[in-house]
């Protein structure tokens, strides 16, 4: 079955706690931290604008208040810039994102991905919705979640991001068993496995962090139990919905663009460099000093790493 209605409705479940960046994290939330000059969560609503998706639900947590804040009109310091002229710093305010409808759902219990998107169930109704996580930023010039609805829009279904990585990586991640569709770029998804033990994935395609899901996610979320973790897996869910007709096929789009990890520190800090190093306002001036500072420091151990050893 075909689905020709545009999809508008997305979900971004931002109720991690983002341990990984402590203490960073202790009093910030995890989707607040800055990428460039914007925090990383900023990415990802205007990238599901872009994509069509207006109307969003964040699944949030306790001691989130921020992101509501950030995505509020602030009167106050928009006057200050405007009666300064600095209408440049007045246009950042401006983000994209004031053409969305942005809506906001406290979690609960922290019971996992697949608990958090079912949170949203009331919010999406009988209807196709994407759903995107705020730790995977895709390149802007990267249009994947519009490639899946449109996908979504031919053969129904579901549809998920697969990004091919090395076999040592592939257990940090969900794992698909994939087999070819006449669509070059696009697989049927046969299978799937939360994060396999080394040497036990069906593949090296990883699930990565966008989502466009038939509805019919919400019934079998209802019914799915915890997994890894404890915690109700969206994979787990997803793997009952390969075989299922009730629900449509699952396909998914072979990814090969931009994305950054951005809950992982290392990643966070690549992306911060290739977007800073892209920007036309601060690229020319940060590219030569980041190649002046490569070449001066190419073969200089790293700042400590004497009294480490010693």
């Given amino acids: 079955m075909t689905a020709t209605r545009r999809i508008t409705k997305a979900v971004i479940p931002a109720a991690g706690l983002g341990t990984r960046f402590l203490p960073a994290t202790k009093a910030v939330p995890k989707e607040m931290l800055p990428v460039v000059d914007r925090p990383a969560i900023q990415y990802v609503v205007e990238e599901s604008i872009a994509a069509g998706f207006s109307e969003i639900l964040m699944v949030t947590g306790r001691n989130k208040s921020a992101l509501e804040d950030h995505f509020d009109r602030s009167y106050e310091l928009e006057n200050v810039l405007r009666e300064k002229g600095d209408d440049v710093k007045l246009s950042r305010m401006e983000s994209s994102a004031a053409s969305a409808d942005i809506h906001y759902l406290r979690q609960g219990d922290p019971r996992g991905l697949g608990h958090a998107v079912l949170r949203a169930a009331s919010y999406v109704g009988d209807v196709p919705f994407g759903v995107l996580l705020g730790d995977d930023l895709i390149g802007a010039g990267d249009d994947l979640l519009g490639r899946m609805a449109a996908v979504r829009a031919r053969v129904g279904g579901s549809v998920l991001a697969l990004m091919e990585v090395p076999a040592e990586q592939i257990s940090r991640y969900g794992c698909a068993a994939v087999e070819p569709t006449s669509e070059p770029g696009v697989v049927r998804v046969t299978d799937l496995v939360e994060k396999p033990a080394p040497g036990e994935a069906p593949s090296n395609y990883a699930v990565l962090g966008r989502y466009v899901l038939d509805p019919g996610i919400f019934g079998v979320l209802r019914t799915t139990e915890p997994g890894r973790g404890g915690e109700i897996q969206l994979t787990d869910a997803l793997r009952e919905m390969c075989g299922g007709e009730a629900s449509g096929p699952v396909h998914a789009v072979v990814f090969s663009g931009r994305r950054y990890d951005t809950g992982n520190p ?16 601060l690229g020319p001036a940060f590219r030569e000093w980041l190649g002046g500072f490569v070449a001066a420091n190419a073969h200089r151990p790293p700042a400590g790493a004497g009294s480490r050893a010693a």
């Fill in 266 to 281: 290392g990643d966070y800090l690549r992306a911060v460099v290739e977007l800073a190093w892209d920007r036309a306002d």
